[in-house]
């Protein structure tokens, strides 16, 4: 059991920042698997950044990469996404997902573990 809250998000306009924020409680084991995901509106939900919350290996999806940094706090349970240089796509409400696996995936359906996610809306 993990319980994941995010927060952060808001409306920006096209070029700018957030930071998103996800606090991690009441888990029986550290999950291994941590990453944020998105949902845009009449869209699946999508892997955005995953990391191995171990070795510290970071996957990002095409259309965030060199724009969007995944990181964490240990000390703090916490997961953060900074998101720079944001575009009108990048509008969607977004997720931090968690999973105790072998091997870290993007997609969202290994994760049973979710907050209740956080809207950001970047606006041209």
């Known amino acids: 059991q993990v319980q994941l809250v995010e927060s952060g998000g808001g409306s920006v306009q096209t070029g700018g920042s957030l930071r998103l924020s996800c606090a991690i409680s009441r888990y029986t084991f550290w999950p291994n698997c941590m990453g944020w995901f998105r949902r845009a509106p009449g869209k699946e939900r999508e892997g955005v950044a995953i990391i191995t919350t171990v070795g510290l290996t970071t996957y990002y999806a095409g259309s965030v990469k060199g724009r969007f940094t995944i990181s964490q706090d240990n000390a703090n349970n916490m997961l953060y996404l900074q998101m720079n240089s944001l575009k009108p796509e990048d509008t969607a409400m977004y997720y931090c997902?968690?999973?105790?696996?072998?091997?870290?995936?993007?997609?969202?359906?290994?994760?049973?573990?979710w907050g209740q996610g956080t809207q950001v809306t970047v606006s041209s």
């Open positions: 997902g968690a999973a105790m696996r072998n091997y870290c995936d993007s997609s969202p359906s290994v994760y049973p573990y």
